[in-house]
DNA sequence: ATTGATCCTTACGTTCACGTAAGCTTTTGG
DNA sequence: CCAAAAGCTTACGTGAACGTAAGGATCAAT
């Protein structure tokens, strides 16, 4: 049976090692990241009792670890993109009330789109340098096949394109 | 006047704090990769003797803590990445030499062409990533300058694009 | 020969990001 | 209701990647 009820909902809540499972991580880390701030503290939960997380808390928790390895973060940095992005979801709350006047939506808005573009910054230049990379890689393993093949061609079909056996072949030279 | 020559050549070499900061590091860091086994012990130094590099070697280290950072790989990582690129040189200093017979020489290539292959598929993984996340933030990044958009239009031209100062606009409502 | 500046080795210290263990409480299946 | 499983807190341990300090040796320029 599922552990608990979120009180209104009817999606189990998850435990925290369940959690852990479904995140691919374990319970230590998720209540570290708590501990350093990274995560919100399991709402409303009196010390010594067991946290409980929704469905959605997977994802969240996905998409940090994917930050973290993606681009190499401290806890600490990610911390500050997290932070921007509960801001946007605060955003989103605001802006779904009807009662914001434009100006302030507007607002809103443009906070908004500076984070993203902060982080969109910071994700565009290591992927150009990634990129970057990529094609030296690319270049220098043309340059490797094309020697290939030119031997091969010299060498008139003498050995096929598995890796050759220790057998001698009667060559140039 | 330059520290030393290689008593060969006459380009004049480097001291390791030099070479730190051509390459944005430290000394420490630099004996500390040695000592793990990353850089390989500068050459012929009685203990006790201060280090000497070559130009050749600033390029070899920022190429290091380049792949360090962009793939975010652990020392240990780097140092088995690294035994492949020694390979590869290997392999292109013996390709130099005529007295190759064609059927090493081709084990040579497949070898080398090994080597870039695993490298390529770990660079192109992490790459395609990144690249995923930055269509994502892309794709937020439109949405949110679309609903700007929509906004402004809808009350016709009442502010500019600049960040809105706290006026009071006669809108809506 | 002397003197700063830089370097050497050795060794202990530090930060980050957790792992692990202990002792106890909560939760849950039966 | 009761035991086993999972969780809680607290605290100490750990590996990676260096930082820092001590005490002495080297090096380039004077």
């Not at 302030?104 to 906070?111: I, P, S």
């Not at 910071?122 to 340098?129: F, Q």
């Amino acid at each position: 049976m599922p552990p608990s009820r979120p009180a209104d909902a009817d999606t189990p809540m998850l435990r925290i090692g369940d959690l852990a499972k479904l995140a691919e991580t374990t319970p230590r880390t998720i209540r570290y990241y708590e501990e350093v701030g990274l995560l919100p503290e399991a709402a409303e939960r009196p010390s010594g009792q067991h946290r409980l997380y929704s469905r959605a808390e997977v994802e969240r928790l996905r998409e940090v670890m994917r930050l973290k390895e993606l681009l190499g973060l401290t806890l600490e940095e990610l911390k500050t993109i997290l932070a921007a992005e509960e801001a946007r979801a605060e955003v989103r709350a605001q802006l779904k009330r009807e009662d914001v006047p434009p100006a302030r939506r507007r607002e809103l808005l443009e906070e908004a789109r500076g984070h993203i573009d902060r982080q969109l910054e910071l994700v565009r230049h290591r992927a150009a340098e990634l990129a970057k990379l990529q094609d030296e890689l690319s270049e220098t393993r043309k340059r490797v096949r094309r020697r290939i093949r030119e031997l091969d061609a010299r060498s008139e079909g003498a050995f096929p394109p598995e890796p050759p056996l220790p057998a001698v072949i009667e060559g140039g030279s």
